[in-house]
């Protein structure tokens, strides 16, 4: 039987780019929701105008409150989840050496893997996150515990353990010899990847070839998963990586790459086709499946064969600014028609409500430069944290936006159980024009939102359950 679902909804509609977003912002005051019993959206529209077909329908009742998209998070780093507060002294490569690497050398332990992979999953629920691209463990009983861990919750993933083959002294336990890491990415890919559905096109948990960045690999490994990804990509495998983050002075990330890849772009470091006199082939990891997280200091021409691969960028806001990594330029980037998703980042970032990262965006875009500045429409909002981050896991098709056919992944949200949130939307000052206020009222919900107001997270119409 279906159920319908009753209350205030927001979504943006079809398939537009961020820059028609707000031509396809549906409000809905009135909203059903109707989604069958295998969790397809069946119906869509003002209650009052509901078929009889579904008059029959359980109704969760919801009206006074919201239904939105679930939230689609393109970078977070599953062993960074009690990292938010990691204090290291310094920007990108200090911090990791200081605090991130000792901190994911820590998953060596079972046990506390499988306590970090609850408490992450915890924090999706509770945040709303149907869908992750997740960085993952350099450990494959940690990515298990992971893996599991989503799908006992009911949870969309794509993770892959963090390859690193060199690094610092503090990096150790998380480095492996180059065919002991091309080993274990294979393994993980036959034990995981697609194991729901065995179809990447509908498969809930989904695997990444994930290098850490390019200074945690050689040439000869890159080379090597270029390969390998030659090979899997046709069965929907992804790939995930940092590009471009932090320009911290001499000695920085940016410097760091250029000078052991001899190259003037960092995207060449990935692309073996550009990469000139390498040993690196001809295999490169762009495509409809890579993401790239941050990409804060790319060149157009970078922008535009990362939009020419259908390669896509998770734009971390939060992060950037814990790490003092700059601003992605929002203007220059998203006109290079890339897709621009969004990251929490977490543990750089210390956000894991990607509406949180959307007030952040919103902020570091409005306090860019000159022309540059800009003022972040509320449905653009909502796109970049929905929809771009379905487009950049290729799974469009399937969930994003409340359209009829998709999966219904969404999330209720009821502003009496976040009073602050409760007060900003009754006092919200009304204009005399119908759009202003429908914009101004997404604004708010999206501003004032914090987990305590969401009340139900589905994915495919079932209820996620945050693992105890
Ligand atoms: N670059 C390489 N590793 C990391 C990481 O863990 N976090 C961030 N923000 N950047 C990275
Ligand atoms: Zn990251």
């Not at 690999?217 to 390969?227: D, S």
């Not at 471009?244 to 790459?257: H, K, L, M, T």
């Not at 487009?391 to 998709?406: I, T």
Request: proline share 4%.
């Amino acid at each position: 039987m279906s159920t319908t679902y009753l209350g205030h909804i927001f979504h943006v509609a079809g398939a537009p780019t961020v820059a028609d977003a707000r031509e396809h912002l549906v409000s809905l005051p009135d909203g059903a929701l109707v989604v069958s019993d295998t969790g397809t959206i069946e119906w869509i529209g003002a209650a009052a105008d509901l078929p009889s077909t579904f008059a029959g329908a359980s109704v969760v009742d919801n009206r006074g409150g919201y239904i939105v998209p679930g939230f689609v998070d393109a970078h977070v780093h599953f062993p960074q989840t009690y990292s938010t507060d990691s204090y290291g002294g310094g920007q990108l490569l200090e911090w990791l050496d200081n605090c991130i690497f000792p901190a994911e050398s820590r998953l060596a332990d079972p046990e506390f893997a499988e306590r970090i992979a609850r408490d992450f999953t915890r924090r999706r629920v509770a945040a709303g996150t149907t869908a992750a691209m997740v960085f993952g463990s350099a450990f494959p009983h940690a990515q298990d515990a992971l893996f599991r861990t989503t799908r006992d919750a009911g949870l969309r993933v794509v993770s892959g353990r963090g390859i690193q083959t060199v690094g610092p002294e503090s990096a150790s336990a998380l480095i492996t010899g180059e065919a002991e890491a091309l080993a274990l990415v294979r393994d993980e890919i036959e034990r995981w990847h697609a194991v729901d559905t065995g179809d990447a096109a509908t498969a809930r948990i989904q695997v990444a070839i994930v290098p850490r960045f390019s200074l945690s690999v050689t040439r000869e490994t890159l080379r090597a998963l270029g390969e390998l990804y030659d090979e899997v990509r046709g069965a929907g495998v992804y790939f995930h990586s940092h590009l471009s983050e932090n320009d911290s002075a001499e000695g920085g990330e940016i410097a760091a790459v250029k000078a052991v890849y001899e190259t003037e772009s960092y995207l060449d470091t990935y692309d073996g086709r550009f990469l000139a006199g390498s040993q690196m082939g001809g295999s490169s990891l762009l495509g409809r499946r890579s993401i790239f997280a941050h990409a804060v200091h790319c060149t157009d021409d970078e922008l535009a064969r990362l939009a020419a691969t259908g390669s896509s960028i998770a734009h971390c806001p939060t992060s950037q600014q814990f790490l003092g990594s700059g601003t992605m330029p929002w203007k220059r980037t998203t006109a290079s028609d890339v897709t621009v998703a969004l990251g929490s980042d977490v543990g750089a970032g210390d956000e894991w409500l990607i509406s949180r990262v959307l007030n952040d965006a919103f902020k570091a875009h409005i306090s860019e430069p000159d022309d540059a500045s800009v003022s972040l429409h509320p449905a653009e909002l909502l796109f970049t944290g929905t929809l771009a981050g379905a487009r950049a896991l290729d799974m469009e098709e399937r969930f994003g936006n409340l359209d009829v056919g998709k999966d219904a992944d969404f999330l209720l949200i009821d502003p009496e159980r976040w009073e602050p949130l409760a007060m900003l939307l009754a006092g919200r000052v009304r204009s005399d024009d119908e759009q202003t206020d429908t914009d101004r009222e997404l604004f708010a919900l999206l501003m004032g939102l914090r987990e305590p107001a969401i009340s139900g997270v589905y994915v495919q119409g079932t209820r996620a359950v945050a693992p105890q």
